[in-house]
């Protein structure tokens, strides 16, 4: 089937789910089953370092809520307060708020093989087009590590505090949280090619109400950017880098993270 968006949102003690097929909103829990967990303890031990946990869980669900069932098989230190993980190259990646570091992991013996300096508080990652990109919020930039030599080898200037990056399209997708913006980079170049507004009227917040992007996928034809301040979720089309609609997930929801399904 076509790709779908899975968009959860916060409501009371519950997530919600909606789709694009179509997008309308649904109530909820989503349950999965038989999943491969990687877990992030930001809470080190006496030394102040964070941990990356791996852990099996299962899930059972009852007519009124789903049940579930970790087992933790290893703690893994790493550096301080770890915010984000992901896979590629046989290696996990974790992203280190608190040293400004990525840690790099082998995925088969569960060693660190290489930890990488950064911006100042980076908060997110993602993988593609030959490179590990990563956000700095307080540097308003994303840095470009190779994975052949484990080091920087580009930093690109973006909008104001960038929360979150995916790829897709011959091109890295940034949020920018404080300035309500879309930065489109090109990874050919290291450079943005567009900036697009993904706020109210394609005007800054300047700290009032409006949209603050923190989470961007990439799905099918369509960027999706997740706006928690006026609970909407704003679907970007590549081929023009402009908005083409808006959906709104009501207004006591905060849509909190976007995935592809």
């Avoid at 700290?207 to 704003?234: F, H, L, M, Y």
Wanted: include cysteine; hydrophobic fraction near 40%; proline fraction near 8%.
């Amino acid at each position: 089937g076509r790709p779908h968006l899975r968009i959860e949102r916060g409501v009371g003690n519950q997530v919600r789910t909606a789709d694009t097929a179509p997008l309308t909103t649904m109530g909820g829990l989503r349950v999965g089953t038989a999943v491969l967990a990687l877990l992030l303890a930001a809470c080190g031990g006496e030394s102040g370092r964070g941990s990356l946990t791996t852990s099996t869980a299962t899930s059972t669900a009852t007519s009124t809520a789903p049940r579930l069932q970790y087992g933790v098989s290893e703690a893994i230190p790493v550096g301080d307060f770890p915010v984000a993980v992901g896979l590629a190259d046989e290696s996990v990646w974790v992203v280190n708020a608190g040293d400004n570091s990525v840690s790099r992991l082998d995925a088969t013996t569960s060693e660190v093989i290489a930890t990488v300096p950064v911006g100042e508080t980076p908060a997110g990652l993602a993988v593609g087009d030959g490179a590990v990109w990563v956000p700095s919020t307080r540097d308003d930039e994303v840095s470009r590590i190779d994975p052949e030599a484990n080091e920087v080898v580009a930093t690109v200037p973006v909008g104001e505090q960038p929360s979150s990056v995916a790829i897709g399209h011959d091109a890295v997708w940034v949020a920018n949280d404080r300035d309500g913006s879309l930065s489109r980079i090109d990874p050919t170049t290291n450079e943005v090619a567009e900036t697009i507004a993904v706020n109210e009227a394609g005007q800054p917040p300047a700290g009032g109400p409006g949209r603050q992007p923190t989470d961007v996928v990439v799905v099918g034809d369509s960027v999706w950017v997740a706006n928690p301040i006026d609970g909407t979720v704003v679907e970007v089309d590549p081929s023009t880098d402009e908005v083409v609609r808006t959906v709104d997930m009501g207004p006591d929801a905060v849509p909190f993270k976007l995935g592809g399904a």
